[in-house]
């Protein structure tokens, strides 16, 4: 599976943003995805991720509420709605796809994190205040 994340931009706080991931190969629908983000200086951090089928999801607590993860296997896309942005959500944000459950996903470490099977180019989100 091939992926490739856009998007990103710059907004200020409290602006929305819809990031899609467009993925290639006909093996899309087989895995979880997830929604990724890496801050200056700080370590790739899980963000949300849904189920194959897109019947479950999981939130990072300091999205939950926020941002909204969405998947049409039809189309082979990947989406992450977000609201009410601030500052703090500035990152570069991955799509990614690995052969495991949502909540897996969700428990992933650091370590484990840089495992996972299929990684798409990042895209910059920038929130200024």
């Known amino acids: 599976v091939q992926l490739q994340a856009s998007g990103g931009g710059s907004v200020q706080a409290g602006g929305s943003l819809r990031l899609i991931c467009t993925a290639s190969?006909?093996?899309?629908?087989?895995?979880?995805v997830a929604w990724f983000r890496q801050a200056p200086g700080k370590e790739r951090e899980f963000v949300a991720s849904?189920?194959?089928?897109?019947?479950?999801?999981e939130y990072a607590d300091s999205v939950k509420g926020r941002f909204t993860i969405s998947r049409d296997n039809a189309k082979n896309m990947l989406h992450l709605e977000m609201n009410s942005l601030t500052p703090e959500d500035t990152a570069v944000y991955y799509c990614?796809?690995?052969?495991?459950?949502?909540?897996?996903?969700?428990?992933?470490?650091?370590?484990?994190?840089?495992?996972?099977?299929?990684w798409g180019k990042g895209t910059l989100v920038t929130v200024s205040s």
């Open positions: 190969g006909r093996t899309f629908s087989s895995y979880a």
């Open positions: 849904t189920s194959w089928l897109g019947t479950s999801a």
């Open positions: 990614a796809a690995d052969g495991t459950s949502s909540q897996d996903l969700a428990r992933y470490t650091p370590e484990r994190i840089q495992k996972i099977s299929y």
